[in-house]
């Protein structure tokens, strides 16, 4: 089997470090591997699959001549200084920024629904939004069924949106609290403990953060559907590392039945249904933490409005959110490439 | 001033509490104070406004002659118990159960919005559910300008609507996690450390749990739009003790504009507009606890829908969710008692 060079840029991150995980889990079929952090973290190691990789600066994989895929993880500054120079190499780029995801040319890519983009030549894909990842997979079969008149989602984010450094303050936060110590919070003006706040990113003019802004625009290009009528808001609640959003689907002019919906999404793949009533069990970050699924439940037609549906989802936002995504991307490059 | 002779059951909950504290800060006019409390209180004694009040089982209140007004925050059994025996003697009841709100002829009372229905003569009246007070602040002043074709809401409620019980467990819960200890949960079947859950009551023949049920159907009776639209999804977020809920409101025709919406909800009392993008500040938990106000931020028109309109309510769940309206409740009926 075909073994490939990759490098991971933003390695010591919560994504770059699901990554790593995620290609042991995975076996994923590696020839050589560079990871790569901002010099703080040059000259440390990280171990990955039993081996020792030393974290080398960015500057250092210039040299390299054998690269196969790229990993950008490090935010989007890195991206958009990086990636114009390895485009012109002949790399397979995936990109977790969202600094390319809205150009015409370049795919937005959840290889379930549009992994057809992936053409197995180098190429610069992205990495969309973890709110926008999770809601397009629970949308797109669906979407198979029946059109789409509207869409509204809210949104229940955990703190590894944020990275390593959000969660850990999560952490610290609510330690503080319980011990009646004075909040100290360093990457939010407000303390995380036991808090929720509206997504701390720019207000557009239309009123919409930044988070909204992309799960609306991205979701709307992942499904191919420009002209959907989506609405997003954006919260932060304190929870380490799963998102959950409750979502309102209006359907143009037929309602599938709920049986049907039910079936459309189990035979998703990457998607569990999660709906016991009886039993009360439904989707949470406690079930679906450290999970590739896609958690849906509580799922049920509007009582009133004959073409509404209402359900809950609930993912991993570090897996399916941000690095299992990326890695199945790589994955469909390489069989793609294989085939191509 | 005339003063008044008070029975609070369910004293030593976390409404009952908050009642206490509102009636020191609030120096509501008290003749005679009769607390009670289950079994396993009674001989207690707790202190308020300066003065010691022994806990008495709700037997001994039965004797009592000269009570004027009961407030019944023990839970639905004990409402169900003893309000109909109480009913027959000539006292003003405020029952915080759910078990007569629907009641037709029984008003459900947010004294801002239909406090005209406290008649000044002992009767029996009920405090909403909370989400319903909460979104109901928000919704009426809106109302006043033009008319719904539907609400739509997702809520991140706080453990306080579990009571006492419910914020230790989220507390204890979440320093174990801390702490790398097992999870013990005794009032839920997971752990509540750093998680959320679709709201832990029985599902209907229509898929709603019972609080998301009670959210729809109550605001429906608050605000006297039996046919309204209305759809909830119901979340239990790890937050100590506000509820925020995420809003969608679909006008049937004319959609006013951002400023006069706000100057509506301004000038409603009771509601406090905190909505500034360039600081980055809106309606949290941290900022809304402790607090009598709903807070409301992130209003905003759809993008693309020309008739909806998005917000975003944060609210101290023991004060307005609760307490604060019943006690709210009974200085209603005070003033219409005295001019009746």
Redesign the interface.
Known sequence: MKRFSIGIIGATGATGMELLQLITERNFPIHKMHLMASPKSAGKSIQCNGKNYNIISIDQLTDEKDLDILFFCAGGDISKKWIPYFSKKNVFIIDKSSVFRMEENIPLIVPEINGLKVTGKPQLVCNPNCTATILSMALAPILNLSHFK?V?V?T?QSASGGGFAMMEE??QE??RS?NNENSQPKHL???YA?????H?S??NE???NQEEWKLMEETKKILDLPEL???A?C?R????RSH?E?V?VEFESNRPS?PSIKKALSDFPGIKIVDD?EK?I?????LSTYHDEIFI?????????PL?T?F?ICSDQLRKGAALNAIQIAETYIASHITA
């Open positions: 509207s509204l809210s229940y999560l952490k609510t330690r319980l003006p407000w303390s036991f808090n929720l706040f509206s701390h720019p207000i239309f009123g919409y009528e989506i609405h808001t919260i609640v304190p929870v380490l959950a409750t309102t709920i009533p009360m439904f989707p949470m970050p406690s439940g509580r799922l049920r037609h509007d009582p009133i409005h509404k209402h809950f």
